[in-house]
């Protein structure tokens, strides 16, 4: 019983930093998106957004 208490504190301390990091990264990669898309549409800021293939694959990876 013991050992099982244990285990569980345990596991749960090491899923903290987990969770902290995973934030960090899905902020990081939301940021790279818009940056990535108000390049696209300055560059056509004359005509509707067109997304190159290029473009899309980019923005699906992120």
Excluded: C
């Excluded at 998106?33 to 699906?60: C, K, M, N």
């Amino acid at each position: 019983m013991i050992l099982s208490m244990l285990y569980k504190v345990t596991r749960g301390l090491l899923s903290v930093p987990g969770v902290l990091l995973r934030r960090n990264t899905a902020r990081d990669a939301e940021l790279l998106v818009l940056r990535h898309e108000s390049a696209v549409l300055r560059r056509q800021i004359t005509g509707p957004v067109r997304y190159e293939s290029a473009d899309r694959f980019w923005l699906a990876s992120l």
